[in-house]
């Protein structure tokens, strides 16, 4: 759907983005990251395939 709508090169790079906030684990884009899911805002099909979890 994000892909659809922004397109492949926006696509990769939000990938990326999401990738480096959880190989680092605590920085800015992690917390959002982690915000968003506490919040219920981020997509079920990231949560799945990040393999994402609040606890």
């Not at 906030?21 to 990040?50: C, W």
Request: charged fraction near 25%.
């Amino acid at each position: 759907m994000f892909e659809q709508a922004n397109g492949r090169e926006p696509t990769l790079a939000v990938e990326r983005r999401i990738e480096a906030a959880l190989e680092a684990g605590d920085s800015f884009d992690a917390q959002i990251v982690l915000m968003t899911l506490h919040a219920k805002l981020i997509n079920p099909e990231v949560v799945q395939r990040y393999e994402l979890s609040a606890e």
